[in-house]
């Protein structure tokens, strides 16, 4: 069993976002996440499911280059979905 808040693995993360490989649903669930917020409980939930059940509290380090850490996992998703790089880790 993975700790609660850890990042999923590379296979954990193609389950995923097998659902959301097509832009279109990746792109939806960022406009929930535009729309209402990191509060809202649809997003929550997928926060929680892309970290073992437990949404990680700041400071968040990604694998992006030149975006190397973020305030919270919050801000991390929104900078994804900003930049339409819906599949980078932290």
Known sequence: AEALGMPLSDEEYRVF?????????ASSACLL?????????LV?????????????????????????S????CTFSFYRCSRRKYFIKV
Do not use: K
């Open 17 to 25: 976002f097998r659902s959301l490989r097509v832009a279109r649903r």
């Open 33 to 41: 996440r535009e729309l209402y917020g990191c509060q809202d409980p």
């Open 44 to 68: 929550q939930r997928l926060d929680e499911y892309e970290n073992h059940g437990a949404i990680p509290e700041g400071p968040i380090c990604s694998e992006e280059p030149g975006a190397p």
């Open 70 to 73: 973020f305030p919270d996992f």
